[in-house]
């Protein structure tokens, strides 16, 4: 457990997982309300089932690492793909070869960070992820936002804090701003040529299969996708032994 100190006198917190130094990093890209510690042990256990080492971090405004300075941009997805997450990668783990594994809003971060084809990325694993907003995405951050105003969520607090309320409306009154309503990376995908694997559930909250069958067919890499049986928007917590297994065999598979 560490804490890595960037502009504007803030930090990000981060762990690192032991491994075979041989073996690529595995790094977790959390969900819009989530942080490291809301894995649990998800990331121990693929690590040990790899030998990988891994980083788990927790974006800027969430869990353990400095709150948000400012308000919230529609960029704010790219910033988090294209500045935060490559600053970090470079300072703990430099020139280290490594697989993204994001988990929705961090699906959609991988997605944007592999269309730039970094030299040390092996490959993408998303579950979940974002490639544009459909009405089912409104439609489940609107219901989310009225259950949170009405008492809904205080495990959040246990994770982030004080940071709970900002980050919270942070992630819904951004997903339900006009200016957002047109976001979209669908034209990013012919970009990324890494070996990826392509997990959601088939009862997923924010999302239909279209998302899911976009990611597979316009990416340039091979991929490897599976629609998990009665699984909702969090397969590695709904169906956790089945995507440990998924996941394990394709890293497997790549390094």
């Not at 924010?206 to 699984?231: H, M, N, V, W």
Request: with cysteine; charged share 15%; net charge negative.
């Amino acid at each position: 457990m560490a804490e890595l100190a960037i502009d504007n006198n803030q930090h990000l917190y981060y762990e690192l997982i032991e491994g075979d130094p041989r073996q690529p990093y595995l790094v977790f890209l959390h969900e819009g309300l989530g942080c490291s510690a809301m894995w649990k042990q998800f990331p121990l256990q693929l690590c040990h089932l790899t030998s990988c080492p891994g980083l788990l971090y927790d974006r800027l405004g969430y869990g353990n690492s400095s709150p948000l300075a400012e308000p919230r941009t529609i960029t704010y997805v790219h910033d988090y793909a294209l500045i935060e997450l490559p600053e970090l990668l470079s300072r703990v783990t430099p020139e280290a070869p490594h697989i993204l594994i994001g988990h929705s809003d961090g699906g959609s971060i991988a997605l944007i960070y592999g269309a730039q084809n970094p030299p040390q990325l092996k490959g993408i694993i998303t579950e979940a992820a974002h490639i544009f907003i459909e009405p089912i995405t409104a439609e489940g951050i609107r219901r989310a936002d009225q259950e949170f105003e009405a008492g809904s969520f205080q495990a959040l607090y246990k994770y982030h804090g004080d940071k709970t309320q900002q980050i919270f409306k942070a992630w819904s009154q951004t997903w339900l701003s006009a200016q957002f309503l047109n976001w979209n990376i669908e034209n990013l995908l012919s970009s990324v040529v890494q070996p990826m694997l392509v997990l959601q559930g088939t009862n997923d909250e924010y999302a239909t299969r279209r998302q899911f069958d976009l990611i597979c067919t316009k990416s340039a890499g091979p991929s490897t996708s599976y629609l998990i049986e009665q699984c909702g928007h969090t397969p590695h917590k709904d169906n956790p032994d089945q995507v440990l297994q998924l996941m394990a065999q394709f890293i497997r598979s790549i390094v």
